[in-house]
């Protein structure tokens, strides 16, 4: 069976600190990897993607990606309560455009 | 450039009912990845379909089906619903490659009775 695991949380912090999300994956040759933004009730948006190993980094957002430890994390900087959302991991494992999605961790970011 | 559209956005149906539900890409992918959302089972992968060609299925019953236009547009099927089917239902769209970024619709959001 085809995983990938997220802390369910909430993790909660206080604005302007770094919030740090974790996921873990089962599939070795998995190549793609994938951080949405779910706000409640609306539909997942792509702030992340990450195919090699190290880290990627967009605006407050950075990726890093451990393929050998089939571990993805999302580092968030300067918190903001807008960020207040469940994160979401995926991993392209089925082949083709098949993600697998972690269950989501959610993220409480406080004034 | 326009974003993934979904229609309807909200439905109610009862058990025993079928229903189906739209999604029109972004332009230029031909991609079409559909999901089911849950609170319990989370996002689940339904199928792929690529160029009118179903690329994968995930692990659910026939009552669930779908077909892609020549215009890459999708549509999905669910028969006999049950309640259990209740669900946010979301399209994506990519571009053909593996591994392509998927960006998703608003969903549907159905309830069965």
């Known amino acids: 069976q085809k995983e990938v695991e997220q802390n369910s949380g909430p993790l909660s912090v206080p604005e302007g600190a770094i919030a740090s999300l974790n996921c873990t994956y089962s599939?070795?040759?998995?190549?793609?990897f994938f951080w949405y933004r779910q706000y409640s009730g609306k539909s997942p948006e792509l702030i992340m993607s990450?195919?090699?190993?190290g880290d990627k980094e967009d605006g407050r957002f950075t990726a890093q990606l451990n393929k050998a430890s089939q571990y993805v994390s999302l580092l968030i900087r300067d918190s903001q309560p807008s960020d207040s959302a469940t994160y979401l991991c995926?991993?392209?494992?089925?082949?083709?455009?098949?993600?697998?999605f972690g269950k989501g961790t959610m993220l409480l970011v406080s004034p | 450039k326009a974003g993934v559209t979904q229609t309807p956005r909200y439905l109610i149906k009862t058990r025993g009912q079928q229903v189906t539900l739209s999604c029109s890409p972004i332009?230029?992918?031909?991609?079409v990845s559909w999901y089911q959302q849950t609170p319990g089972q989370g996002l689940q992968f339904l199928f792929e379909?690529?160029?009118?060609?179903?690329?994968n299925k995930g692990n659910f019953p026939g009552r669930f089906s779908g077909r892609q236009f020549s215009n890459s547009r999708s549509e999905m099927n669910v028969s006999t619903l049950e309640l259990g089917d209740s669900a946010l239902y979301l399209c994506?769209?990519?571009?053909?490659?593996?591994?392509?970024?998927?960006?998703f619709g608003p969903g549907t959001r159905l309830t069965v009775l």
């Open positions: 332009s230029g992918h031909r991609s």
């Open positions: 379909y690529f160029s009118e060609t179903q690329r």
């Open positions: 995926a991993v392209n494992m089925g082949g083709y455009s098949t993600l697998t």
């Open positions: 990450i195919y090699s190993n």
């Open positions: 599939d070795r040759v998995s190549q793609s």
């Open positions: 994506a769209s990519s571009l053909a490659g593996q591994g392509n970024e998927q960006f």
